[in-house]
């Protein structure tokens, strides 16, 4: 079960970091 854990943790935390890297990005450029 700690495996599945990490995977999803990671994969959130990938996730929400690709988003808000693209989300400040576009605020950036904007």
Do not use: E, F, P
Not at 1 to 23: F, Q
């Amino acid at each position: 079960m700690l495996r599945t854990d990490d995977l999803s943790v990671a994969a959130d935390t990938s996730g929400k970091g690709l988003l808000r890297h693209d989300i400040d990005d576009s605020t950036n450029d904007s």
